[in-house]
DNA sequence: TGCGAAGTGGGGTGGTACTCCGTTTCGATG
DNA sequence: CATCGAAACGGAGTACCACCCCACTTCGCA
């Protein structure tokens, strides 16, 4: 978080520029489409592209920055509810939908769905972890949910959903069917 | 399914060594290991690979064949077992296991991962159906489980899960957690 | 043993990620 | 408003990849 000085406009503008190339190219191509391609759309040099990214996670998680605040606010706002339980899984089931019909997000968000970076550092799964996290711990205290679950785990097996039902017919339904089913259960409730 | 001529010597050489090579190849480097690479290490030429496996999909497919065969073998077995909710549990467990240990094996499961391919033709994925439909619906027909749920469902959360936990410090470990979670439900029994 | 078909692999094409470095542009300063 | 150093740029270069073409080799049947 170290506040970073300002950059010169031709350089913030190429960043947006990029961004809102890399927005549309990855809608059209998934998660892994051609840097070059987002460099030539946004009419600058490849070396820029990647001066200003790093890594393509880097620029992934720029593109999805403002979807994920937006889920992170909803998850704020639910807080208020009374009914804790229903907050954290409708909760749940908007981060699996978008995941599922955002192309690339749930990749990105798996600490890049690859092996290797040391440093994920993944600013956007952090937000989520923690506006999450106060829905779990509400949930937990009302008992409405089991206590030894973490947030973590409840993510990783939402992207992971998203992640599977993303290349579907209908990721969205299939990606709330199979969350309800992991929120429920398999097993018939024994009595 | 139709029987295939006799294939000469020689090629029945390259391919086996084919096959030997990419499976050390793909434990090094994941599903998206070098195709060329693998070629190398089998000592043929890139057309020699591309020409008995015309895609990557259809690499992998023949790589993990025997293993998902054990896989479809060990339900057969369980089929015997009195109590076919634990059988059922058990097997996805083992299959989750399998796909988050082995490496590159829950991308091939699962359509590929990308999207594309209008002809996937998953054979392991059907075998897998086949062979875990029949526990399911043992499991089913004594109340075990839910009968809302399908094999394909299960089977996609077995390789959502196997595919997200992959990359993790300890795979089975968080495979086998997830799964559980999954198959117990997130939310407290309400009596 | 000969010969045709099956099989091979080197080299070509076009695409990708990523880097180097000479050139351009910004913007603070006098 | 002119100057100038630092910041930013981008095209050309490298190295890798999947995949294809086609002249050549090898197999195995008769």
Chains 1, 2 share one sequence.
């Not at 947030?151 to 990606?175: K, Q």
């Amino acid at each position: 978080m170290a506040l970073e000085r300002p950059r010169r406009a031709d350089a913030r503008r190429n960043y947006d520029r990029i961004v809102a190339a890399a927005e549309n190219e990855i809608a059209q191509h998934g998660a892994d489409a051609s840097l070059e391609e987002i460099a030539r759309r946004a009419g600058v040099g490849s070396a820029t592209l990647h001066r200003h990214f790093p890594s393509r996670q880097s620029l992934l998680e720029a593109v999805f920055h403002d979807r994920v605040e937006a889920l992170c606010a909803q998850a704020r706002e639910m807080r208020q509810s009374p009914d804790t339980g229903s907050a954290l899984t409708h909760w749940l089931e908007a981060v699996a939908v978008y995941g599922a019909t955002t192309r690339g997000l749930a990749r990105s968000l798996l600490g890049g769905g690859r092996e290797s970076e040391p440093p994920p550092d993944s600013t956007c799964e952090a937000m989520l972890v923690d506006a999450g996290g106060e829905l779990l711990s509400l949930a937990v205290g009302a008992g409405a949910v089991r206590p030894d679950v973490s947030i973590i785990e409840l993510l990783t097996l939402v992207n992971a959903i998203s992640l599977a039902t993303e290349s579907g017919s209908d990721p969205a339904g299939e990606a709330t069917r199979l969350l309800r089913l992991a929120i429920e259960g398999v097993r018939t409730t024994t009595h």
